[in-house]
């Protein structure tokens, strides 16, 4: 991809002449993540907002960091692999302008520090409470410094039945509730349709029911004891959300981690991006009543995960990304039964894609159903295979290499059709490209350190993780205090900016077509609910 990094200094000097001033923050661009980071007055933080959308920056994330008596803000844009981490500090008044109205991707992320830390943005298109649940009173602020990692728990949690959604009006339309509760062991997320027969109007989502404190619970802990939480941010991501977190920490602390285990990690990420589009190809098939194919997708995963246990000692490789680089090594026979494994996984697949590709009446389920234009997708900023599928073309891996990803080369996979049957065929296409490079990091591979010595970080360091997760971008931030212990982490799955998706993508569908829809997106329901 070619890389056109002249924007940062002409935003910069249209912000100049329009006097908003810029305060540069420690070095930018000091490393191969293109970082700049900016610090703004906090009356300008729509405008700037403004002006990223005109220089076609992508917003990528947003939280806020109480340090002391004051609060920080922050807003992560992107463009061309560059990243621009923008911040601004308020102190007699927790209000600023709000970037939701500018960039939808915003929204939820700015109702979650509004419920959290007690930050108002003015102008918010949405200031309906987000996160806040019955648990916590309505002037409780439980990111704030002063309020308990366990709370003020009630005897009995009042149930959160006012939750003002949108009502439908209109002469034959209806609502249907779905969820919290759902059937099996998908996690709760609840799902409010306005119809009119069959037709889906408006979908609205309700989300975080698995609230686990996050990052609450993060304040405090050593290095490796965040390493451990952040696999546990969302099960099926412990290799993408753990490598996010450690890269940040590595960053602060000056660390680099041994070429042989970024190589690993490499090996471990394709691998978890693998054994996922397998079970989500699967999924979909079931819930358009293809049970053959369901069964084998859902084989080949079971195998893969077998050799998971096998080689690194956990199904979903819980806790094998360590701070400084790698618990477990790759032995010379390990890596010899992945490349058999590969040929055997590359011939069943072409196999079982074929019978997908001749059923018709897959076909007519998954063609031209859930539709998301690339118009909607760049709008929502659509991550992973949701914007892939829709002409969405950003990659870190590629944008923004970082090892092992700048030692070989890779294409990355992108669709025009915005169907269901798009976002299976980036999947499919994204297993071939993950066999491929983990191919060429066995071949790599050479005898030496997995794990480098960890320095202990000056106080107040800080440092940004962004990796290319098996569903899209994940973000990282993370600041230590004074004694190598965690003071503020923030994690960004990609479903935060890809749920909202979902509700786009439903519209003009009839809703027995909205679990496949659903399951084509395949949001983290426990990576959205810190």
């Given at each position: ?48 907002a403004e002006y990223a959308i005109e220089h076609k920056l992508r917003w990528s994330a947003g939280w806020a960091e109480q340090k002391a008596v004051t609060f920080w803000v922050f807003a992560l844009f992107e463009r061309q692999g560059a990243y621009l981490l923008v911040r601004t500090l308020l102190q007699q008044s927790l209000e600023l302008p709000s970037q939701a109205c500018i960039y939808a991707a915003a929204n939820r992320s700015e109702r979650h520090t509004q419920d959290m830390f007690g930050v108002k943005f003015l102008g918010h298109p949405d200031n309906r409470r987000w996160t806040r649940h019955q648990a916590w ?394």
């Amino acid at each position: 991809m070619k890389h056109d990094l002249t924007w940062p200094e002409e935003l910069r000097q249209q912000l100049a002449a329009d006097a908003i001033y810029v305060v540069v923050v420690g070095d930018e661009n000091k490393d191969a993540d293109n970082i700049y980071s900016w610090q703004i007055a906090d009356e300008h933080w729509q405008r700037i907002a403004e002006y990223a959308i005109e220089h076609k920056l992508r917003w990528s994330a947003g939280w806020a960091e109480q340090k002391a008596v004051t609060f920080w803000v922050f807003a992560l844009f992107e463009r061309q692999g560059a990243y621009l981490l923008v911040r601004t500090l308020l102190q007699q008044s927790l209000e600023l302008p709000s970037q939701a109205c500018i960039y939808a991707a915003a929204n939820r992320s700015e109702r979650h520090t509004q419920d959290m830390f007690g930050v108002k943005f003015l102008g918010h298109p949405d200031n309906r409470r987000w996160t806040r649940h019955q648990a916590w009173d309505k002037h409780s602020y439980p990111l704030r410094k002063d309020f308990p990692v366990n709370g003020h728990p009630q005897a009995i949690t009042p149930p959160d039945t006012d939750y003002p959604f949108i009502k439908s009006h209109g002469a034959g339309t209806y609502e249907i509730p779905v969820g919290p509760v759902h059937a099996g062991i998908i996690e709760p997320g609840h799902f409010r349709f306005q119809a009119v027969g069959e037709l889906i109007l408006n979908l609205e989502e309700r989300l975080g029911y698995v609230h686990k404190g996050i990052e609450k619970i993060a304040e405090g802990r050593t290095p490796k004891s965040l390493a451990c939480l952040a696999g546990r941010i969302s099960g099926d991501t412990t290799i993408g959300h753990t490598w996010a977190a450690c890269k940040a920490m590595e960053q602060a602390a000056g660390v680099e981690i041994p070429p042989r285990a970024a190589l690993i990690r490499g090996i471990l990420a394709e691998r978890e991006r693998v054994a996922n589009h397998l079970g989500d190809i699967g999924a979909i098939c079931n819930d358009v009543a293809f049970v053959f194919a369901q069964m084998q997708f859902t084989r080949l995963k079971e195998l893969w995960l077998r050799t998971h246990a096998k080689t690194f000692g956990h199904r979903l490789l819980m806790d094998c990304v360590i701070p400084g680089g790698v618990k477990t090594d790759l032995s010379m026979q390990a890596g010899e039964t992945i490349k058999r494994e590969i040929i055997q996984f590359r011939k069943e697949l072409s196999e079982v894609i074929t019978a997908l590709d001749l059923n018709s009446s897959l076909e007519d389920r998954i063609y031209t159903a859930g539709f998301l234009s690339e118009s909607t997708a760049a709008a929502f900023g659509a991550l992973g295979y949701v914007g892939r599928a829709s002409g969405q073309a950003s990659d870190v891996r590629r944008d923004t290499a970082y090892a092992p990803y700048d030692r070989v080369t890779m294409k990355v996979v992108v669709e025009t059709q915005g169907d269901i049957a798009s976002r299976i065929w980036v999947r499919y296409k994204e297993i071939n490209a993950a066999f491929k490079l983990i191919e060429q990091f066995l071949a790599l591979l050479e005898p030496g350190e997995i794990v480098a010595e960890w320095q202990n970080p000056a106080a107040d360091a800080e440092g940004l993780g962004i990796v290319e997760g098996w569903r899209g971008e994940i973000v990282s931030y993370v600041r230590f205090a004074a004694d190598n212990s965690i003071s503020r982490f923030y994690p960004r799955d990609p479903s935060l900016v890809n749920w909202p998706a979902l509700e786009k993508l439903v519209l003009d569908n009839i809703v027995p077509d909205f679990p496949v829809c659903n399951k084509s997106l395949n949001g983290s329901y426990s990576g959205n609910d810190l």
